[in-house]
């Protein structure tokens, strides 16, 4: 049988791994610049840290491990014989692998908050898990980035956040990517002027779909969730606002001028836009969005999410909000937080597609020795040592193979010398070196060959 891998998961190539790397490099030495601190969490945790938090799609997505050992044997033969998938679920697995990075976060910031200083900025790249359907920039497994500041109300995280994503974009390459962003209270104002309070988490994952589906499909959604057709009217303006980021800021503002969350929403995200258009972007565009929603449930302010330069077709490439309330789910109250997440695989993509990878050297050693044979080799490896501890890549060919071989396999790598030493070199306690680019060849000793190398 053929050897394969899970759907949505990937093998990666030497070179593919230079360029993932070359992304990681810049998102975290732009994150380190903005002042944020590295941690790790584990790639599982408990069930019951995960559960609940995402909504009722998120659960879904969520991998469960087994329990170890015979995990059926506390299970309910009543609701294993009645096939109750969901009720048996938490009898036979007790920990699930993280669907993203911030509610591990959120569990960090409560279980080590005596060790850290508030306001708290960490970044953290490492892979996630969602039991998703495969296709084009959706994975099962994939890494996420994620810089988030707890402990901080401020606006001003949210300009950081904006200004943060345009530095990395840029740096990348990736310039006129659009920044788009919302706020949950804008969402919420909407909900209470229609009179659809009690369906917000409905109304806003269908919401959240309209570039997807388009708007037929989402007022569908809608109704088939119990939100009644007058309320839709009455959001009509919403799919179709046009304008500029203040202009569509002052319809908000009217349309939602009975409601004080609303109203809110409509004054942080006109600190957030007035205070980024005076600072200026290096090459990214803001837009006010009323449909992003993320249709997570634990956005409590601002809503991020990054979109690819026009003409690539990719869904979101970055995102993020404010969490007013996150921590309080693991008995933390009153601790704010706001967060953005990078996704690396789908700017991968994107970067492919674009042709913005450079060219990246991969990791290989800068004088390969040809192996004659063990005394030979013995001779050579005693050198080798002596190089690498003046910090010089070298390597000595493992097989006594053909010249010919152990030639090819110095082109195929593009090792920049060769180092030949057969008898008449060792008794001669001499080295000849090869300079695979030019040709050129000469004896020198141990140091001689030390010194050229450096």
């Known amino acids: 049988m053929k050897p394969s891998i899970p759907k949505g998961t990937r093998d990666f190539l030497p070179t593919e791994v230079a360029n993932r790397t070359f992304i990681t490099h810049t998102i975290k030495t732009t994150f380190e610049t903005f002042g944020f601190q590295p941690i790790e969490t584990p790639s599982f945790e408990n069930s019951s840290t995960l559960m609940g938090k995402y909504g009722?799609?998120?659960?879904?997505?969520?991998?469960?491990?087994?329990?170890?050992?015979?995990?059926?044997?506390?299970?309910?033969?009543?609701?294993?014989?009645?096939?109750?998938s969901t009720k048996v679920t938490p009898q036979i697995s007790e920990k699930a692998l993280r669907y993203d990075l911030t509610v591990p976060?959120?569990?960090?910031?409560?279980?080590?908050?005596?060790?850290?200083?508030?306001?708290?900025k960490r970044y953290?790249?490492?892979?996630?898990?969602?039991?998703?359907?495969?296709?084009?920039?959706?994975?099962?497994?994939?890494?996420?980035?994620?810089a988030d500041v707890v402990g901080s109300n401020s606006l001003w995280q949210e300009v950081e956040f904006i200004q943060l994503y345009d530095a990395v974009f840029t740096k990348l390459g990736l310039t006129e990517t659009t920044i788009k962003i919302n706020n949950r209270k804008i969402l919420s104002g909407i909900a209470e002027v229609i009179g659809a309070q009690d369906k917000l988490i409905d109304f806003t994952v269908a919401l959240d779909k309209l570039d997807k589906i388009g708007q037929a499909k989402v007022e569908e959604e809608m109704l088939a969730k119990g939100i009644s057709e007058e309320a839709i009217q009455k959001v009509q303006p919403l799919f179709s606002f046009k304008g500029s980021n203040l202009e569509n800021l002052d319809a908000l503002h009217t349309l939602l001028a009975s409601s004080e969350e609303g109203v809110a929403g409509v004054k942080e995200l006109r600190f957030v836009i007035n205070t980024i258009k005076a600072l200026g972007l290096k090459s990214a565009n803001l837009e006010l969005d009323v449909t992003l929603a993320r249709?997570?449930?634990?956005?409590t302010g601002a809503i991020f999410e990054v979109s690819a330069p026009k003409g690539v077709q990719m869904g979101a490439i970055g995102g993020g909000g404010r969490y007013d309330d996150l921590t309080g789910i693991f008995g933390m109250k009153e601790v704010s937080g706001v967060g953005i997440s990078f996704g690396l695989d789908r700017i991968y993509l994107v970067l492919e597609e674009l042709g913005l990878f450079k060219s990246v050297d991969l990791p290989k050693p800068k004088v390969l020795f040809i192996n004659f044979g063990d005394a030979e080799g013995l001779?050579?490896?005693?050198?080798?040592?002596?190089l690498r501890n003046h910090?010089?890549?070298?390597?000595?060919?493992?097989?006594?193979?053909?010249?010919?071989?152990?030639?090819?396999?110095?082109?195929?790598?593009?090792?920049?010398?060769?180092?030949?030493?057969?008898?008449?070199?060792?008794?001669?306690?001499?080295?000849?070196?090869?300079?695979?680019?030019?040709?050129?060849?000469?004896?020198?000793?141990k140091e001689e060959l030390i010194n050229k190398l450096q």
Not at 57 to 81: M, P, T, V, Y
Not at 295 to 299: A, D, F, M, P, Q
Not at 379 to 386: G, H, L, N, P, V
Request: net charge neutral; with cysteine.
């Open 295 to 299: 249709g997570l449930n634990y956005y």
């Open 56 to 84: 009722e799609e998120g659960d879904r997505l969520i991998f469960k491990i087994l329990n170890s050992g015979d995990f059926l044997k506390k299970a309910d033969a009543q609701l294993l014989a009645n096939k109750e």
């Open 105 to 120: 976060f959120a569990r960090y910031v409560v279980q080590h908050q005596n060790e850290i200083t508030f306001p708290f």
């Open 124 to 146: 953290q790249v490492q892979p996630v898990w969602r039991a998703d359907r495969p296709q084009k920039g959706r994975f099962r497994e994939f890494y996420q980035c994620d």
């Open 391 to 445: 910090n010089i890549k070298a390597e000595l060919y493992p097989d006594n193979a053909k010249m010919k071989k152990q030639m090819a396999y110095a082109n195929s790598r593009a090792i920049e010398f060769v180092v030949l030493a057969g008898s008449q070199e060792v008794a001669q306690e001499l080295f000849t070196l090869k300079n695979m680019s030019t040709g050129e060849q000469q004896q020198c000793s």
């Open 379 to 386: 001779y050579c490896m005693k050198t080798i040592s002596e």
